[in-house]
């Protein structure tokens, strides 16, 4: 009776393929999720480093503006 447990098998292992490849779908859309997240915390560290060097500049300048009011007086 060999033969009558074939068909189980290959129906298995065409599962198996089947689940496997769902599988690797997922962990794809995963990794293209994880892609998406890793974009925006780029963008969202690169404008948090241009307001804090706008920041940086205006206080650069509020102080250098003091220094030469200082002076005057």
Do not use: F, W, Y
């Amino acid at each position: 009776m060999p033969s009558a447990r074939r068909p189980q098998q290959l129906a298995v292992l065409a599962l198996c393929g089947a689940l496997g490849v769902v599988g690797l779908a997922g962990c794809e859309t995963t990794q293209e999720k994880a892609a998406a997240q890793r974009a925006q915390s780029e963008r969202i560290l690169d404008a948090r480093a241009k307001r804090q060097a706008k920041k940086k500049h205006k206080n650069h300048q509020q102080n250098r503006e003091n220094k030469h009011e200082k002076g005057k007086g």
